[in-house]
């Protein structure tokens, strides 16, 4: 039976929350919405339930269990209304439901390929709980990360892409078939698949990190700056663009924003040095590292090194932000195909080399012909946008790679 008394406890600004309620509402879920911005008592109760973090969506069911920051693959299946696909087999299954997969789907299924999405956390990936997308063509204007997952995913939709969100345990290669196998012991069988499971967020693995996960440590300005309204203080860690951007961001919310950096210099786009250089309440620090973090039930310090001087210091922020890169979401793909050094999905022309009048692949059987742009060591498998070896990590070039992807699999599919 469906949950009848659920209560949302979140704020407006949050745009997990903003994807749980849409669930809810999807499968006619009755559930009470509690603000915890303008309700102390909701907000002391969510502080509680997370040991001092102020982390949501935080929902709390009939049977008074509770689900944290929930992927609605994890909500789905405790409301009891997980979506079954339509079919047992499709021509093409994508495994990620971001900007790449999303636009490779619309692609094959515009051309009558039976296209499957299959999507655990949320339909728009990395680019859906981004501040404001403004450098894809074609949108003169600024977009919200939140708007241009919608527009997205509908587009999907209208192409007559088929969307569930589920989680993928694993995949098997059977012949000529790749199984998809998802909970319960349900599979789905595919003539080609299409890994667009994309990179999270790299942590700094110092000292205290762990402890203090949303309670001061954040690695998305978009999603939890507005917890720091007012504040005195927040550090950036990072010196690419992503780090130059949040930084940006969050001096509407602090009076001082101190970006630090372990290269002599940062490494973002010009527009991005010129927007740093003309905002004075950005500190950058270079060549320096942080080593530790210290606090109890909330961060209360971050101790720093200069590597030129060796010189330590101790900061005391309000809270900090993490972007230090990506790491790919590799985990259904590690023993299946060829991974390179930093365990991203090597497809095409890189994976081969010649030997004789014979191409191979690392780690796989021989080629007996030159893999399809995008395809990974096993026939029939492709990869694009953030978990692909050599992708940009930009939402445009995400795009431009579903599109790739697509035409790459219609080939394969066709026998070419």
């Not at 026939?379 to 070896?389: E, H, L, Q, W």
Request: aromatic fraction near 6%; charged fraction near 20%; proline fraction near 3%.
């Amino acid at each position: 039976m469906p949950q009848t008394n659920v209560i949302v406890y979140g704020t407006n600004w949050c745009g997990d929350c903003r994807r749980a309620k849409q669930l809810l509402a999807e499968h006619m879920v009755n559930f009470r919405w509690i603000d915890i911005d303008k309700d102390a008592e909701a907000r002391a109760f969510v502080e509680r339930a997370n040991k001092g973090k102020r982390s949501v969506p935080t929902i709390v069911f009939d049977d008074g269990s509770i689900l944290v920051e929930p992927s609605n693959a994890q909500l789905a299946q405790k409301l009891g209304v997980s979506a079954e696909a339509k079919m047992r087999y499709y021509d093409l299954v994508v495994v990620g439901g971001g900007a790449c997969g999303l636009t490779a789907a619309s692609y094959t299924a515009r051309e009558r390929v039976r296209t499957l999405v299959i999507e655990r956390s949320g339909l728009g990936g990395q680019a859906s709980i981004t501040d404001v997308v403004e450098n894809v063509p074609g949108f003169a204007n600024q977009l919200s990360g939140t708007e241009f997952a919608k527009q997205i995913t509908q587009q999907a939709r209208r192409f007559g892409v088929e969307i569930i969100e589920e989680d993928v345990e694993r995949i098997e290669v059977a012949d000529n078939y790749r199984l998809v196998h998802l909970g319960e012991g349900k599979a789905i069988n595919a003539s080609a698949l299409l890994l667009a499971t994309g990179a999270t967020y790299r942590r700094l693995g110092v000292p205290g990190e762990d402890a203090l996960l949303g309670a001061g440590v954040h690695y998305c300005a978009a999603c939890d700056a507005p917890f720091y309204r007012g504040a005195e203080e927040l550090v950036v860690v990072g010196g690419g663009n992503s780090a130059a951007q949040e930084a940006l961001l969050l001096t509407q919310y602090a009076q001082r924003v101190t970006l630090i950096t372990r290269e002599s210099r940062l490494d973002a786009s010009q527009a991005a040095l010129e927007k740093l250089a003309a905002t004075p309440s950005i500190q950058i620090r270079l060549n320096t590292i942080v080593t530790g973090l210290r606090g109890n039930q909330k961060l209360e310090a971050v101790v720093t090194k200069n590597l030129v001087t060796e010189q330590t210091d101790e900061l005391r922020p309000n809270g900090m932000f993490v972007f230090i890169g990506m790491a790919p979401n590799n985990h259904l793909a590690k023993d299946l195909v060829t991974l390179d050094s930093e365990g991203y999905i090597v497809t095409g022309h890189d994976l081969v080399h010649q030997v004789g009048d014979q191409l191979q692949s690392a780690g796989a059987p021989a080629y007996v012909r030159m893999p399809h742009a995008m395809e990974t060591s096993v026939r029939g498998i492709f990869a694009a946008g953030d978990v692909r070896s050599g992708s940009t990590k930009q939402v445009a070039s995400a795009v431009g790679e579903g599109a790739s992807a697509a035409i790459a699999i219609r080939e394969y599919l066709r026998g070419e």
